[in-house]
């Protein structure tokens, strides 16, 4: 069935700090892509989307590209802040609505 | 209209009780979506409306779980008989028919605490 994979943390990083968080998915078709973050004691806010591949999503500095021929959609950011701790969640979806389906969460601490 | 909202945030309950969660999406959005996520895990899809038709249940919702949307706006989420295992967050998401895609809006979630 379809599914996503991400990188397990957590990810401690020292602030303006590259991140990478891997994100690999299985779908049987053609899937749009997200990033979703959940910062502590709130609700999961959407951060980036793409729909087809090759496109790029961006959002507050992190980016995320969508590679079929990997099945990859890897975030990143050029320099962390202590304020993008939080957990992050790749994701997938299909054009129609019906359910999202989500890996497991990437727990990620911005170090000052 | 300030995003979708969720009420109660906490429901603490002792196993064998019945409880009922609402969601109100945001006002526009046609499609309605519950979610359940476990400590250290991503939300795992429940039953998805749109308008007041549900569409959609997992394996994962048994019978003593039954969601309403009666006029396709708010909805409920029921869980009957409660057991320490449906502790965990509810999610609600909405979300509007669109072309292309159609992106989900989380609310906070209520979080449920079987004694």
């Known amino acids: 069935g379809d599914s996503v994979t991400q990188m397990e943390g957590p990810v401690t990083l020292s602030e303006e700090a590259f991140l990478t968080i891997n994100c690999t998915y299985t779908?049987?078709?053609?899937?749009?892509l997200f990033w979703y973050v959940q910062y502590p004691g709130e609700g999961l806010q959407l951060l980036l989307k793409?729909?087809?591949?090759?496109d790029k999503g961006s959002n507050k500095g992190f980016e995320a590209t969508y590679r079929k021929e990997t099945t990859s959609f890897h975030l990143e950011k050029g320099s962390v802040q202590v304020s993008d701790s939080a957990v992050y969640f790749c994701a997938l979806s299909f054009s129609g609505g019906f359910k999202t389906i989500f890996g497991a969460g990437t727990r990620l601490f911005v170090k000052a | 209209d300030t995003g979708v909202s969720q009420d109660p945030r906490h429901k603490i309950t002792k196993r064998g009780q019945n409880v009922t969660f609402r969601c109100d999406p945001i006002s526009e959005h046609n499609r309605l979506y519950w979610y359940r996520q476990t400590l250290g895990q991503g939300p795992e899809f429940l039953t998805y409306?749109?308008?007041?038709?549900?569409?959609?249940k997992s394996r994962l919702l048994s019978d003593r779980f039954s969601a309403e949307r009666p006029k396709g706006s708010f909805s409920t989420l029921e869980i009957q008989r409660t057991e320490q295992g449906d502790s965990a967050m509810y999610l609600c998401a909405s979300s509007l028919e669109a072309v292309s895609t159609d992106t989900q809006y989380f609310g906070p979630g209520t979080r449920l605490t079987v004694l």
């Open positions: 793409a729909t087809k591949a090759d």
């Open positions: 409306f749109q308008n007041e038709a549900q569409l959609e």
């Open positions: 779908a049987t078709g053609y899937p749009s």
